[in-house]
C-alpha cells in the first residue's frame, strides 16, 4: 500500500461523514463506516460507508483513492462495487478521487464492456480531481478531515492557504481526531506538490509525533524499506554468486576444455600424420616400383633385339624414373635399328 492510500484511510477513518460531504456534497442522516475486506478480492477498499439519505434511501458508498489517473481505475471500480453489492445487498454509489490530474474537478467516468455491437456493461462512477476544487471550499466548511486535502486544491500550494489550514486544524480540530492527526495527513499530501518543505516551516515534527497516524505511517514505512532492502540485497547477492560462479566454471572450462582439446588434437593429428604418411609412401613405392619395371621391360627388349647390353648404357636406363620417358624409351627399344641408333636418341 502507498504512503498516499494508508494516509488517506486512516483519515477516512476518523472521519468517514467528511469524506461522505465531499462526494454526496451534502449532509447524509448517517454514515457507518465499513472496515471489513472483501474475500474475493483479498483487498480493503481505501473507504466504504453505509449510507442513509435524508430521503430514506440506503446504500454503499465507495471511495478509492489515486495519486494520478489510471486506466485500469474504472474495471477496479467495477469489481469493488459488484462484491461490495453481493456482500451488502445494497446499490453501490463509487467515486474516485483523484490527488493530483488535469481534468475539471468533478465528472462522471465510464467503465464499457461491448461485444461487437452488443453492450454488455455500462458502469458509471464519480471522478473528483481535488486539483481542480478551490481550498476555501474545505476550509469553509466543517468537515476536519478535508483541511488536510488542502495541499490538494488548486491553490493549495500557496503559503497563505496552507498556513490558514494549519491554524483551522490547531484551533478547531473536533474529536475524536488531535490536530495531530490531521496535520500528519496535510504534511504527507503536501509531498504531491512539493509544498512539504513549507508545510514543515508551520508545523513542528514533534507535534506531529504525538499522532497515531504518524506511527502507523512510519512503522509501515520502515517495514516496506526493510522488506525492501532485504529484497535487493539477496538480488545483489544472486547477482555476485552468479558472476563468481561464472568466472570459475569458464576458468575450470577452459582447463578441462584445453586438456581434452589437445588430448584430441595429438591423437587426430598422429591419425592423420599417419594416414598421409602412409598414403604419401604408398604413392612414391608404387612409382618406384613403376618406373623400376618400366626400366626393365626397355632392357628386355633389347636384350632380346641387339643382345648384350653395355653397362653403362643399363646404368643410364636403371636410373631414369620417370614413367613417361621410360614409356619413350621402350618404344624406342622396339623401332631402332640397332643398340647405336638407340644409344644416340636414349
Not at 217 to 242: D, H, M, N, P, T
Request: proline share 4%; with cysteine; hydrophobic share 45%.
Amino acid at each position: 500500500m502507498g504512503v498516499y492510500d494508508k494516509a488517506f484511510k486512516l483519515l477516512a477513518a476518523g472521519r468517514p461523514a467528511d469524506v461522505a460531504w465531499l462526494v454526496l456534497q451534502g449532509e447524509p442522516a448517517r454514515v457507518e463506516k465499513i472496515s471489513e475486506p472483501l474475500p474475493a478480492l483479498e483487498r480493503i477498499p481505501d473507504f466504504v460507508g453505509r449510507i442513509d439519505g435524508a430521503d430514506g434511501s440506503r446504500y454503499l458508498l465507495h471511495v478509492e483513492c489515486e495519486r494520478e489517473p489510471r486506466a485500469e481505475s474504472g474495471g477496479r471500480l467495477v469489481e469493488y462495487g459488484v462484491a461490495l453489492h453481493r456482500r451488502e445487498r445494497l446499490p453501490v454509489l463509487s467515486a474516485l478521487l483523484q490527488l493530483a490530474g488535469e481534468e475539471g474537478a468533478r465528472r462522471v467516468g465510464e467503465y464499457c464492456m461491448c461485444v461487437g455491437e452488443l453492450e454488455t456493461l455500462r458502469f458509471r462512477y464519480q471522478v473528483i480531481n481535488l486539483s481542480g476544487l478551490n481550498a476555501e471550499e474545505f476550509l469553509s466548511s466543517g468537515h476536519a478531515a478535508l483541511w488536510a486535502l488542502v495541499p490538494l486544491t488548486r491553490d493549495g500550494n500557496r503559503a497563505e492557504v496552507l498556513a490558514k489550514a494549519v491554524q483551522r486544524i490547531r484551533e478547531a480540530t473536533p474529536p475524536p481526531l488531535i490536530s495531530a492527526d490531521l496535520l500528519v495527513p496535510l504534511a504527507v499530501f503536501a509531498g504531491i506538490r512539493s509544498t512539504q518543505s513549507l508545510v514543515y516551516s508551520l508545523i513542528r515534527r514533534e507535534e506531529m509525533k504525538e499522532s497515531v497516524i504518524y506511527k502507523d505511517l512510519f512503522e509501515e514505512a520502515l517495514e516496506e524499506g526493510l522488506a525492501k532492502g532485504l529484497e535487493q540485497g539477496i538480488a545483489k547477492g544472486e547477482e555476485l554468486g552468479l558472476a563468481a560462479g561464472l568466472a570459475k566454471g569458464e576458468a575450470a572450462g577452459l582447463a578441462a576444455g584445453l586438456a581434452a582439446g589437445l588430448a584430441k588434437g595429438e591423437a587426430v593429428g598422429l591419425a592423420v600424420g599417419l594416414a598421409k604418411g602412409e598414403a604419401a609412401g604408398l604413392a612414391k613405392g608404387q612409382a618406384a616400383g613403376l618406373a623400376k619395371g618400366k626400366a626393365e621391360d626397355v632392357l628386355r627388349v633389347l636384350s632380346l633385339r641387339f643382345g648384350a647390353v653395355p653397362e653403362e648404357l643399363r646404368a643410364r636406363i636403371a636410373a631414369v624414373q620417370e614413367v613417361p620417358t621410360l614409356d619413350r624409351l621402350l618404344d624406342l627399344a622396339v623401332t631402332s635399328p640397332n643398340l647405336a641408333e638407340f644409344s644416340a636418341q636414349a
